[in-house]
Every structure is written in structure tokens, then in C-alpha cells.
């Protein structure tokens, strides 16, 4: 029973540095995914409707159907990512496949001839709105050892909580750390950093709050390996209405579920310049994070003429609560490390549960509509990423986060653009999509820039779609929050090919 502990309440305070920066906006960003005409015309649907994926944008779009129908998509995810580190080139590859959308759609027509209410559709649908599978690896040396890392958590911590008690055993020693009020995550870094050998005390006395390396080094060789599996889904209940010939309006309530599992392996070796000895270093992180959220969405379509159509939405923040599972494990071949100390089995797990809420955004659209020939479409949407929120509010680790989320994040524009040319039963379709950075800077997360395409054939009462959609992005990534400053720059190309399925009825 030890070797689990929850930390809620006060004891959630003291560890905050578990939740960050990075967490806010995993779970603020909704990547393109849904059915594959969806994804070949890039997500430009805000006022077109006429797909279960279109809630996403604008829930008015279920209006459009003149029938009721369900629709079912599949995708392969394949990801590249090219890490440079101080000129060190690596290349990793993963690939998976998911059931990604599913849904169906009600259309009840109204039988008063003179009813200016035309129509009520009801739908439900349920959309991968972010798929996280990855492995990212980083090779390279650089001048940072994971020291560093140990030295700026201790710094400050006294000496004697870092110290075992007597009939105390590593792991216990671990878990009450972090529930101590005042030492948090802090003190448990700086404990493991003692106890592994890493860094020692300047002096030997209880008192004591300063720490030095047990290495002097000029290079160290690193390997950082990043396993990342889960998924953000939204399911959604959508209802929406068609007034006279030109006007459409809708309403959903979305429901989303957190699975989000990353190993971190970091290793390193270096030459101790004073011994000539290799010392190493292995270090891993394991965050398993489940949750569930909440956020409701409103919209409106407007025929202009026969040609032009208006869109209107506006998604509310989402609010989610979660629970993060974190567990570390190190081990090293410092000579000042007990030779009992065994720390390395990823057992001990602290439990941190949490609510983020995001910002909301509004989207406006504009299509052409070409007979039965095509269609173009853009989508214009903004979001304010300077008010996404760690909660509850009043703990004040969060809220020095929350001031730094404020000052470093900053609007968000996004563009799609989608077309789609028909040729008889056949449907020919492109499209292009850019997401600014949501850093102020840019420097962090650089722009988004994505291109699809895809084709569709009709049956006649059901439709068969294929769509491909690519995105590129440049991440800089950093092994650890704090001691090693020198990131990687990692270039990412998803690939995503759907194959779709739509049955009317």
C-alpha cells in the first residue's frame, strides 16, 4: 500500500510542477482528423455542413441533411519526425490505425406547408479529435548533464528530508516527500539526484541547502527515447433546425475522453575529468493522464443567394478533469550511491488530480457553392490560447503557471481552405490548412501548415471516400523542464490516409 499515494487538496499544491505549460496545450489543440471527405477539403466545412465531422466546426451543419444517414471512417497515422541535436540528425517512424469517426444523423421534416420551421435534425457522432502515438528519438552530446537538472530542484531544499529515516525505505521515503507540504515534486527530485549519487551537500549538517556535482565533465553523451500513445475523442450530441429556405441554426453538447501514456528513457555517459571514470546516468519518467471534458458549441449558416453561403460558430472553452499518474525510476554508477539504493522499477506512483480549462473560439466561414458542378469553401477561426487555465485557480503554484501560460501564449489564427469538383459520380477534392503558433514568440511550437486531397464515389444511396491529408510542424523539445537548455529541434510530418464510409437512408 505504500507504494501508492494521492495527492488532492493541499497536497496537490505542492507538486503543480507535474502540470504545465505543455499539458494546457495537448489538450487545447484539436488536430484534423474525422470522416475523409472532411479531411481531403481540409476542414473547411464551417458553412457547408452537410458531414457528421462539420459538427466539429459549425453545429448547424447537421440542418443541412435532407436524410438521414451514418457515416464511418478509419485512418492510418503514419508520423516521421527528424530531431537534430547540436547536429546530431536522427529520424523515427510510427504507424497505426484507428476507427477514428463514427456517427449517424435524423432528419424529422415538418408536415405543416405553413411552418417557417422546416426541419429538425438530431445527430451523434464521435470524432479522434487528437490521436498522440509517437516515438520521438534524440541523440547527441552536448556541454548539460542531467545534473544540472538535480542541482536547480535541490537548490534551497534542506539536507535532512533528503536523508533516509531509520527503517525507511527508498520508495517509502519517495511518497512521503512528495506529500509533504512545502517539498512536492521539488524535494522528490532533489532526493533522487542525493540518493542516486548525483549531487551531494556542500556541507554534511541537517541544516544544509546547498548542493555541488559529483562530476566535472566537459562533454556527456545523451539518448532520449519518448513512447507516447492515447487519444483526445469528443462524442456529440447534436440538434439543429432549418428556418425558411435560408437559414440554418444548431447546438451541441460535446464530451470528450483523455488517454494519454508517455515514457520517457533519457541515458547518458561521461568522462569524469578528474577520475578519468565513466559515469552514467538512467533516468525515466512514466505519465499515464485519464480524464474526461465537457463544451458546448453553437453555429448558424445563412444562404445569401443561390450561390454564397455565410458561417457562424462558437465553441465554448472545454473543461476537463484529469488525473495524472507520474512514477520515476534512475539509477546510476556514482560512487557515492548506497550500494542497496534500487530505484528503477517505476513503482512508486503519485496520483495528481487536476482540472484544465481551455479557451473557446469562434470560427467564421464563407463558401461558394457551384450547382452540382463543386464547391469552394474557407474557414477563418481565432482562439486566445492566453486564457487557457490550470484549476483550481487559487492554488498558488497554478497560478504562477497560469501568469507564465498568459504571458507566453498568445491568438491563435487558423485558415482552411477546401474544394471539391465533381465529375458525374465521381468527386475530386483539395484542400489546405495553417494554424499559427501559440507562442507569442513562435520560437516553441513554429506555424502548422497542412495540405490534403481526395476523391469520393456516389453510389447513389451510400458514398465511398478516400482522403489524405499532410501536415508539417518544427517543435523544439527540451529533455527535462529545467537544467539541460540546450533543445532539440524536432521537424514532424503526419501523414494521414482515410478511407470513409457513408450509408444514407
Avoid at 507538486?15 to 489538450?27: C, E, W
Avoid at 548506497?338 to 482540472?355: A, G, K, R, T
Avoid at 482522403?467 to 517543435?475: K, L
Wanted: glycine share 10%.
Amino acid at each position: 500500500m505504500r507504494k501508492y499515494i494521492t495527492f488532492i487538496g493541499l497536497f496537490a499544491c505542492a507538486i503543480t510542477s507535474a502540470q504545465t505549460i505543455n499539458d494546457v496545450l495537448r489538450y487545447s489543440t484539436e488536430n484534423l482528423q474525422g470522416s475523409a471527405r472532411f479531411q481531403a477539403m481540409g476542414g473547411a466545412f464551417g458553412s457547408l455542413g452537410g458531414d457528421l465531422s462539420a459538427l466539429n466546426i459549425n453545429p448547424a451543419g447537421s440542418a443541412v441533411f435532407n436524410n438521414g444517414l451514418f457515416s464511418i471512417s478509419g485512418t492510418n497515422y503514419s508520423r516521421n519526425t527528424d530531431s537534430d541535436y547540436n547536429g546530431t540528425l536522427n529520424s523515427t517512424r510510427n504507424n497505426n490505425f484507428d476507427i477514428n469517426q463514427v456517427g449517424g444523423a435524423f432528419v424529422f421534416k415538418s408536415t405543416d406547408p405553413d411552418s417557417k420551421w422546416r426541419k429538425l435534425s438530431l445527430a451523434v457522432n464521435y470524432d479522434v479529435v487528437q490521436n498522440f502515438d509517437d516515438r520521438i528519438t534524440t541523440l547527441g552530446s552536448s556541454n548539460e548533464a542531467i545534473d544540472n537538472y538535480f542541482l536547480d530542484y535541490a537548490d534551497g531544499i534542506r539536507l535532512q528530508p533528503l536523508k533516509l529515516q531509520q527503517n525507511e525505505t527508498i520508495g517509502e521515503a519517495y511518497l512521503d516527500i512528495g506529500a509533504t507540504n512545502g517539498l512536492g515534486f521539488f524535494g522528490q527530485q532533489a532526493f533522487l539526484g542525493f540518493q542516486a549519487g548525483i549531487i551531494e551537500p556542500t556541507v554534511d549538517d541537517d541544516d544544509n541547502t546547498s548542493y555541488f556535482s559529483n562530476a566535472n565533465y566537459q562533454n556527456v553523451n545523451q539518448d532520449f527515447r519518448q513512447t507516447i500513445s492515447g487519444y483526445n475523442s469528443k462524442f456529440t450530441v447534436n440538434a439543429a433546425t432549418q428556418y425558411g429556405e435560408n437559414f440554418y441554426f444548431g447546438a451541441s453538447l460535446n464530451f470528450h475522453t483523455i488517454q494519454y501514456d508517455r515514457l520517457d528513457r533519457y541515458d547518458e555517459s561521461l568522462t569524469d575529468t578528474d577520475t578519468q571514470e565513466i559515469r552514467t546516468v538512467a533516468f525515466d519518467n512514466l505519465l499515464v493522464t485519464e480524464g474526461t471534458g465537457f463544451s458546448l458549441s453553437l453555429g448558424a449558416i445563412a444562404k445569401v443567394n443561390d450561390v454564397i453561403r455565410l458561417g457562424a460558430s462558437y465553441q465554448s472553452p472545454t473543461w476537463y478533469r484529469l488525473t495524472d499518474n507520474f512514477s520515476q525510476g534512475i539509477d546510476s554508477n556514482y560512487p557515492n550511491k548506497e550500494s542497496n539504493f534500487n530505484f528503477f522499477d517505476l513503482n512508486y506512483i503519485n496520483i495528481f488530480d487536476y482540472q484544465i480549462k481551455t479557451p473557446g473560439k469562434v470560427t467564421g466561414s464563407i463558401s461558394a457553392i457551384f450547382g452540382k458542378s463543386g464547391l469552394l469553401s474557407v474557414d477563418y477561426g481565432y482562439q486566445d490560447m492566453s486564457n487557457a487555465e490550470l484549476r483550481p485557480t487559487s492554488d498558488s503554484g497554478f497560478a504562477d503557471e497560469n501568469e507564465f501560460i498568459s504571458e507566453s501564449l498568445g491568438a491563435v489564427s487558423s485558415i482552411r481552405i477546401g474544394g471539391e469538383y465533381r465529375i458525374q459520380r465521381v468527386s475530386l477534392r483539395a484542400g489546405y490548412r495553417y494554424e499559427q503558433s501559440p507562442y507569442e514568440s513562435g520560437n516553441i511550437i513554429g506555424d502548422l501548415n497542412g495540405v490534403s486531397g481526395g476523391l469520393g464515389y456516389n453510389f447513389g444511396r451510400s458514398r465511398l471516400d478516400l482522403g489524405v491529408n499532410r501536415t508539417e510542424q518544427d517543435v523544439l523539445q527540451y529533455f527535462f523542464d529545467t537544467g539541460i537548455n540546450t533543445p532539440a529541434l524536432l521537424n514532424r510530418v503526419n501523414t494521414n490516409v482515410t478511407i470513409g464510409y457513408t450509408l444514407n437512408f
